[in-house]
Nanobody, 117 residues
């Protein structure tokens, strides 16, 4: 079993930046992708970004050019650098880890990001 621990959420003004972290509880000896979804009140959970085991990054159109996902395999950790934040980015952000050969998927506990003046 793998636990994912998220950190880095909070309150930020429009135009500001935050960095989210997602750390796995143990080393994973298999190829895996990591990424984030987000959910705003009254809305469905929305995929935000993924970074593959080979380092390929993909983003939802709404965050392209503003968010950057990265990973540190030695630390079993992924990061989501968010810049130029706007109120529409307000949501609970959930990180995930997907092990490719088993299709196992793990979720973080979620971290609140609030963009408001």
């Amino acid at each position: 079993q793998v636990q994912l621990v998220e950190s880095g959420g909070g309150l930020v003004q429009p135009g500001g930046s935050l960095r989210l972290s997602c750390a796995a509880s143990r080393r994973i000896f298999a190829a895996y992708n990591m990424g984030w979804y987000r959910q705003s009140p009254g809305k469905q959970r929305e995929w935000v970004a993924t970074i593959t085991s080979s380092g390929t990054e993909t983003y939802v159109e709404a965050v392209k050019g503003r968010f950057t996902i990265s990973r540190d395999n030695a630390k079993n950790t992924a990061y989501l650098q968010m810049s130029s934040l706007n109120p529409e980015d307000t949501a609970v952000y959930y990180c995930y880890l997907h092990v490719l050969h088993t299709a196992s998927q793990y979720w973080g506990q979620g971290t609140q990001v609030t963009v408001s003046s």
